[in-house]
């Protein structure tokens, strides 16, 4: 009889793998949460700014940042940043191809240009030298992501974006408290904007939070949708004078207050949190060393670079050494293991829909992504080589919150197992289908 649990054999993981189970179980919430939403609802302030003032100021302590501001959601705290440093009509926006697309679409609706980068094989993060590659005399700004909680190379970036004056937008919606060598994210580049919705690990609810050093990007982007707070008072910059108590943008983008309240409560609690994450996490990868076909996406933590809470764990695949074995093949094998969570592939690359292929949303008669561009920057596509076949490359792992060794180490023997067999599986390989991955991740709902 094989080993291996999807040709008969019996299974690695035997433990609880409940997502609710202590292992899996995200958020962590008490009863100070419970306890800190009854109160802004026996207030009656549900949509006050009191507590979300508050939450932003702790924040700001948090990151070490000048300003803080909150969001209804990350992907408001994000146009707010482009339109905080100042990107306008026409000008190019350098991001990553494959990343959720929040990370850039909104560049849209300023009529701003995306232009998409590949990303790196070992990091999955933009690729600083494609970043090169990819600018121009329009060239205004570069959103980077640490995607799947990975730093980007930062010491990279900002050489680049100093070199040819660029904005630097850092989106940290995958790795808030994550350093990279010591520092902060979010603390490199001009501004960072990040989600925490309650999916990320830091989860406050629907909310988003935007920090910055600069006090002309803060009060740009707060004027745009938080007319309760773009006031006479609060306002210096002349420009912006004229026009206060409306919102610029024509939109509101206020933090809901109980998600400001869970959010003063989680705060408290979460570096403590994700160091415990990093013991789990690093550990499952330390059982992996050296295990064919298999490679850690991880930092390197003597450096001083974290994977923060390690939203989003996944691993890098090596087909080669498992004599070409599909991943899709590999990820039926280790879920036949007991680890459900093992799919292949990441976001699905971004240049490759039609949203930013041919979609005419505004009636510009011509594709919204080039309605103010001075190039068809969809001819650049055609190289993001890394960027059409990472779904090859990367599957989910389990994100695990506990330090329980027994556990982990039946998650890392599933994965070896299938790794040291996977000659049995060569046979009936189906191969890959053409797109692996999806446009967002989904989590299991109730
Ligand atoms: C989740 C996410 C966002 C958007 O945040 P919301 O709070 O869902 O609006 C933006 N960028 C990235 C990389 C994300 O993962």
């Known amino acids: 009889m094989s080993e291996l649990a999807l040709l008969g054999g019996p299974k690695a993981v035997t433990c609880d793998t409940d997502l609710n189970s202590p292992m899996k179980k995200w958020p962590i919430f008490t009863e100070e949460e419970e306890n800190a939403i009854l109160d802004v609802l026996h207030k009656n302030s549900m949509s006050d700014t009191g507590l979300a003032k508050e939450f932003e100021a702790e924040f700001a302590k948090w990151m070490g940042t000048e300003y803080a501001l909150g969001f209804n959601n990350g992907t408001a705290s994000l146009l707010a940043s482009f339109y905080g440093v100042g990107i306008r009509k026409g000008d190019e926006v350098i991001c990553p191809s494959v990343v959720y697309w929040a990370a850039c679409t909104s560049l849209l609706s300023l009529g701003a240009v995306p232009v998409f980068a590949d990303l790196s094989r070992d990091t999955l993060c933009i690729d600083p030298d494609d970043i090169e590659r990819k600018i121009s005399d329009k060239t205004k700004a570069i959103i980077v992501v640490h ?22 937008i850092e989106d940290v919606s995958h790795a808030q408290g994550g350093k990279y060598k010591g520092q902060m994210l979010g603390t490199f580049g001009d501004v960072a904007a990040m989600s925490l919705m309650a999916g990320k690990s830091f989860a406050i609810g629907e909310a988003g939070m935007m920090v910055t050093n600069s006090k002309e990007i803060y009060e740009h982007a707060r004027a745009l949708g ?17 026009y206060v108590r409306m919102p610029l943008g024509g939109y509101k983008f206020r933090m809901h207050q109980m998600s400001a309240a869970v959010g003063l409560v989680q705060i408290k609690y979460y570096d403590e949190r994700c160091k415990e994450i990093r013991k789990a996490m690093n550990y499952f990868w330390d059982l992996l060393e050296g295990v064919p076909g298999i490679r850690a996406h991880r930092t390197n ?3 001083g670079s974290t994977m923060a809470g390690w939203y989003a764990a996944h691993g890098i695949y090596v087909p080669e050494e498992l004599g070409g074995l599909s991943i899709t093949r590999f990820c039926e094998a280790v879920r036949a293991e007991g680890v459900f969570e093992c799919t292949p592939g990441a ?100």
């Open 147 to 168: 995607y799947l909680s990975h730093p980007c190379d930062m010491d990279r970036i900002m050489a680049i974006a100093k070199k040819h004056n660029l904005k630097v």
């Open 226 to 242: 938080h007319y309760e707070r773009f006031t006479e008072n609060t306002t210096t910059c002349e420009d912006l004078l004229p």
């Open 301 to 303: 933590e003597a450096e």
């Open 347 to 446: 976001n699905l690359p971004l240049h490759s829909h039609g949203l930013f292929k041919t979609a005419d949303v505004y009636g510009d008669g011509k594709p919204t992504r080039l309605a103010y561009a001075t190039r068809d920057v969809r001819e650049l596509d055609k190289d993001l080589e890394f960027s059409n076949v990472v779904g090859k490359y990367v599957y989910n792992i389990p994100w695990l919150k506990k330090y329980i060794p027994e556990e982990i180490e039946q998650y890392a023997n599933a994965f070896k197992k299938v790794a040291l067999n996977y000659k049995e599986l060569l046979a009936d390989d189906p191969g890959d289908p053409e797109h692996i991955g999806a446009w967002h991740f989904h989590k299991a709902n109730k």
